[in-house]
């Protein structure tokens, strides 16, 4: 099959079933992937997998560019295809995604969206392969939704634009293809004139210049006269002293070659009078430029971007899955690099930041002498510190129910950000942390000069670098929190959860949340919401409403569904009766029965329906699970 009659397989069924016209004139190429278990983003299923990223191997890679430059193809773990993730437009369509959509994306009454793809070409144990849509490393909110939507055994369809590095996308059910499946798992052909390469002088050249070294110079900063002197010294350095054949140092963006161009220097007896006459000016440029290259490749290409708040609070009605959606950016954004902590009356500044604690000697463990053991958020930070090219996060849990400013103390001030994510300004540290940082945390550590200047030589000062994080959920509603004043709350980011969120996006997985009271079963989502209406209808405020996680997931999802019941019975009765209604129950509650609790846990096993004084009017689900209607209704 030539590739005109395997582009018209593909738009036949684009046309036949997803109602897609595409334009044969207007495309390169194209090829077709049958999705694997490790190629899936499938939310609440079994065949989801760690792997972030769909491997495109073999001919298909022909479909992708990458970025060539003369140290491209060089062995060894430094050469350029290590550092480079180029982000391509890619297109969606509304009429293909709304067959499987459960993720809501919002097309906005637009037939298609324009998106964006992370691409990487790299090399592993098993040879060359483009890692396509690396979500880590910034792919769109709406592109990643839509690989959200592919099930095991669906094809994706991958389209290039003619002269474009710009693409199509499409996801084509696994009945409509089967037939041509070991055609489809490997076609892809290009027409004869088209190139998928960006050159150096494309992109790199822009990074590997002078304008690029002088900015970064000015910023950490020094003095303007420095700044000159250290850019001429880096461009006159090749022109006395020769190596290899670098022409121009700027032109040089590999690491590992420019070390050795300093190792050979150090040895140049010519090169040490000559530094000597220049005050040492030559080689103090030489090492910034090493420290330049080291700290912007690491920051430009490897570093993910995290499009989100340094510091954030999710904050909402209890159950509305604050948690649960912080754990999924966590785990999108950070992969392993989160730690948790849950905080209460009892947490303090010793268990955030660090203290003293008593520990058996070395030498005799009957002897007791006391270490410093670091708290949560001293350990990311050195985490963060050691490593500029990955983010890391704290997790606070339940922030508003210990007394922040206590816990954070004087690091509370190192949460005003710039711009770049970093503390705004620098605090001094105790005698005790400062120890700890320079005997223990980076006793063998070599931090960047950068790094090492903001810290101060005896690690005196501290700040947040940028790409450590701090969210945290909180409920106000629930008993026992701490105010936070307004100081502390005006440096984090607020993000509301509605009590219907959850279930708006998800509104099937609802569907089969069941618990049981006697012969009956009942919908909880449609019993949580008829008791949440009958609580705003008394003013009782949302933040003490039911959000549809109230039960937790592993309950809902229990199969025993009196065993659902039960739980109910003694979460949300007993939240009702003493907290959210507690002042209203004889305008929640049916007269007569809510005296005692156990009166209205006796009530509730009799009929759940009934135990309200406007009674609930939902239907019952029979054990076919077909509804019936309650109340005649």
């Known amino acids: 099959m030539i590739f005109s009659n395997d582009l018209n397989i593909v738009k036949d069924i684009l046309k036949q079933e997803y109602e897609i016209n595409l ?47 003369p140290l491209y193809d060089e062995e060894g773990k430094n050469s350029n295809k290590n550092f480079f993730v180029i982000k ?12 499987f959509d459960k993720q809501k994306i919002d097309f906005n009454g637009k037939r298609s969206l324009n998106e964006e793809v992370c691409i990487y070409h790299r090399k592993d144990n098993s040879g060359y392969q483009i890692q396509l849509s690396m979500i880590k490393n910034g792919d769109s909110n709406n592109f990643i939704k839509f690989r959200e939507l592919i099930q095991l055994d669906d094809y994706l369809v991958i389209i290039k634009n003619k002269n474009s590095l710009s693409y199509q996308a499409f996801i084509i059910e696994s009945k409509f293809l089967n037939e041509y499946n070991t055609k489809y798992n490997s076609f892809v052909e290009l027409e004869d004139d088209v190139t998928t390469f ?64 300093n190792q050979y220097l150090s040895q140049n007896l010519e090169f040490n009078d000559y530094n000597k006459k220049n005050k040492n000016t030559p080689s103090c440029a030489l090492k910034k430029y090493i420290e330049f290259l080291s700290e912007y490749y690491k920051c430009f290409f490897i570093t993910s971007e995290v499009d989100k708040p340094h510091q954030r609070i999710f904050f909402g009605a209890p159950g509305t899955g604050k948690s649960y959606k912080l ?14 902590v849950t905080f209460h009356p009892n947490y303090m500044y010793g268990n955030f930041i660090g203290q003293y604690k008593p520990y058996p000697a070395e030498d005799n463990h009957e002897k007791i002498t006391y270490k410093f053991v670091p708290g949560i958020l001293i350990n990311q930070l050195v985490e963060a510190l050691k490593n500029p090219d990955k983010n890391y996060l704290v997790i606070i849990e339940e922030i508003n129910r210990a007394n922040v400013a206590s816990v ?72 026992g929190v701490m105010p936070m004043d307004t100081a502390f709350k005006r440096r984090w980011e607020f993000t509301y959860l509605g009590v219907n969120d959850a279930v708006d996006n998800n509104s099937d997985e609802f569907e089969s949340y069941i618990f049981k009271v006697g012969d009956e079963q009942y919908k909880w989502n449609d019993y949580r919401e008829q008791i949440n209406d009958r609580l705003s209808k008394l003013n009782i405020p949302e933040d003490k409403l039911l959000g549809p996680y109230f039960l937790s997931k592993n309950v809902l999802t229990n199969e025993d569904k009196s065993y659902v019941s039960e739980v109910l019975k003694d979460k949300v009765l007993m939240y009702l009766y003493e907290d959210a209604a507690r002042a209203f129950r004889g305008k929640l509650f049916k007269e007569g029965i809510y005296g005692t609790y156990s009166q209205l846990c006796k009530a509730f096993g009799d009929n759940p329906l009934t135990i309200f004084k406007e009674e609930i009017d939902i239907n019952t689900i029979n054990t076919n699970n077909t509804q019936d209607s309650t109340n005649g209704n």
Not at 88 to 99: G, K, P, Q, W
Not at 199 to 217: A, G, H, Q, R, Y
């Open 327 to 340: 754990n999924q950016e966590a785990k999108q954004y950070f992969e392993d690099n989160f730690k948790r």
């Open 88 to 99: 391509a437009d890619i297109e969606i369509f509304y009429s293909n995604c709304v067959r």
């Open 198 to 261: 960006v050159k150096s002088n494309d992109i790199v050249e822009d990074i590997n210049n002078k304008s690029k070294f002088t900015l970064w110079l000015e910023k950490i900063p020094l003095a303007e006269m420095t700044v000159r002197n250290y850019v001429k010294a880096i461009t006159d350095l090749p022109h006395k002293f020769t190596f290899r054949e670098i022409s121009s140092i700027y032109d040089i963006y590999d690491l590992a070659t420019i070390q050795e161009y």
């Open 408 to 479: 954070f103390g004087d690091l509370f001030q190192l949460l005003d950000r710039n711009s770049n994510g970093e503390s705004e300004y620098s605090i001094s540290i105790t005698k005790e942390l400062q120890d700890y940082f320079k005997n223990e945390a980076f006793v063998d550590e070599s931090l960047s000069e950068r790094i090492q200047d903001k810290l101060g030589d005896d690690f005196s000062t501290l700040y947040l670098p940028n790409n450590l994080y701090i969210w945290a959920t909180m409920n106000s509603a629930d008993q």
């Open 23 to 69: 334009n044969e004139a207007a495309i390169d190429g194209v090829i077709v992937k049958k999705m694997a278990k490790t190629n899936l983003l499938s939310t609440g299923k079994n065949e989801r997998s760690n792997q972030t990223h769909i491997a495109i191997t073999g001919n298909q890679r022909d479909l992708f560019p990458y970025i060539y430059s």
